[in-house]
């Protein structure tokens, strides 16, 4: 079945620094990829999507780009801040186009000042 | 616009307790999820209401697990009897069709079963 794969965390990066987290995917056909935010206390947001093959996605200065060829779609953010520090989840929705989510693990992002 | 509500925020019962939680989803959302989400994983589906319709209950634990959605708003995920190994936090998402891909998540319901 579809599945997705993060790396794994915590990620620990000071302010300023670059991000990278991550996310592969296994599908039958071309879903649509999303990554989601939980920052402490909160519930998941969504950061950004893409929905085909080349797509970027982007919000808040993160961006995440659609690879088919490599089935990933890795988040990146040029510079951090400590307000990044949360939980990001990779996520596809199946090619069943049921509208069901598949998440990947999660991983930590702690940024320090 | 109110986002969606879930209560309680945190349980704590005792094994073979029955335990039930609660969710509003955001008004005009048809769909409905339950995600349950163990410590350090991500969420994983456990039944998707359309209206109040259960189209894919197919994760959903029957022995001990039920779901329900009247008047396809609300809904009340409950557990009974509840076991050690059901501590986790309990989500619930809704959006207003399945074509959107956005779910809108609750804060989570933590159940701690001692």
Do not use: M
């Given at each position: 079945g579809d599945s997705v794969t993060q790396m794994e965390g915590p990620v620990t990066l000071s302010e300023e620094a670059f991000l990278t987290i991550n996310c592969t995917y296994t599908a039958t056909g071309y879903p649509s990829l999303f990554w989601y935010v939980q920052y402490p206390g909160e519930g998941l947001q969504l950061l950004l999507k893409a929905t085909k093959a080349d797509d970027k996605g982007s919000n808040k200065g993160f961006e995440a780009t659609y690879r088919k060829e490599t089935t990933s779609f890795h988040l990146e953010k040029g510079s951090v801040q400590v307000s990044d520090s949360a939980v990001y989840f990779c996520a596809l929705r199946d090619t069943g186009n049921t509208g069901k989510l598949i998440f990947g693990q999660g991983t930590t992002l702690q940024v320090k000042p | 616009?109110?986002?969606?509500?879930?209560?309680?925020?945190?349980?704590?019962?005792?094994?073979?307790?029955?335990?039930?939680?609660?969710?509003?989803?955001?008004?005009?959302?048809?769909?409905?999820?339950?995600?349950?989400?163990?410590?350090?994983?991500?969420?994983?589906?456990?039944?998707?209401?359309?209206?109040?319709?259960?189209?894919?209950?197919?994760?959903?634990?029957?022995?001990?697990?039920?779901?329900e959605?009247?008047?396809?708003?609300?809904?009340?995920?409950?557990?009974?009897?509840?076991?050690?190994?059901?501590?986790?936090?309990?989500?619930?998402?809704?959006?207003?069709?399945?074509?959107?891909?956005?779910?809108?998540?609750?804060?989570?319901?933590?159940?701690t079963v001692l």
């Open positions: - | 616009e109110a986002g969606v509500v879930q209560s309680p925020r945190y349980k704590i019962i005792e094994k073979k307790q029955p335990v039930a939680f609660w969710c509003n989803p955001i008004s005009g959302h048809n769909t409905l999820y339950w995600y349950l989400q163990n410590l350090g994983q991500g969420p994983e589906l456990l039944i998707r209401y359309e209206n109040e319709e259960a189209v894919d209950d197919s994760q959903l634990p029957k022995d001990r697990f039920s779901a959605r009247l008047k396809g708003v609300d809904s009340t995920l409950k557990i009974q009897p509840a076991e050690l190994g059901d501590s986790a936090v309990y989500l619930c998402a809704s959006t207003p069709g399945q074509g959107s891909g956005e779910l809108f998540f609750g804060e989570g319901s933590r159940l």
